[in-house]
């Protein structure tokens, strides 16, 4: 008998302890920091420059997904950060296959602030990182997502934010600037 009031006690000490605990971390408040990482989004600003001369601008936050197309040639392409400021990009192309659009595994590069050139594929293009660290507010992103331009010479980009040299999209703090 007394074993078994002795863990009932002990149980009910422990729910009201733990209640108590839940209550407390409850009504403290979020820490800046964390704040802030709540309320942004890591992203990368990258520069495509393509076999023709014509550039772009383009905004993306990390594993979301850039796409870029040109007389029915198509590119999907995927920015990781990594250290050091360099930005691993998975590039895939879009291939037909009995009827059906297929993503196909291209290449993978890993860039940084100087020009990097890709030749494999229809769409070659050279890329460089012009802010592997940005923060774009997450708010936004939620209420926006992807759009697309075009350049001069008929390449369509989309991302988050696009500028090209004819034209930019993008939500209201979209601030790359024109290439």
Known sequence: ?????????????????????????YGRPVPPSAQASMDSV????????????????????????????????????????RDHGQVELRIFQTVQREGKEMME??????????????????????????NAEKKLPG???AAGGTCCATTCAGTKICGVCVCTDCGRCGPGW?????P
Not at 4 to 13: C, K, N, S
Not at 174 to 178: E, F, G, H, I, T
Request: proline residues 2%; hydrophobic residues 50%.
């Open 105 to 130: 595994a291209l290449d993978t590069l890993l860039v940084d602030k100087s020009l990097t050139k890709l030749n494999r594929g229809k769409l070659p293009f050279s890329v460089q990182v012009l």
């Open 1 to 25: 008998m007394i074993k078994v009031h002795r863990i009932v006690t002990g149980t009910t000490l422990l729910a009201v302890f733990g209640l108590v605990m839940i209550v407390w971390a």
């Open 42 to 81: 890591r992203a990368v600003q990258l520069r495509f420059t393509f076999g023709i001369g014509d550039s772009a601008n383009v905004t993306e936050v990390e594993g979301g997904t850039i796409n870029v197309e040109k007389d029915g040639n198509k590119l999907t392409i995927i920015p990781y950060m």
């Open 174 to 178: 979209c601030d790359c600037a024109m």
């Open 139 to 141: 708010a936004a992103l």
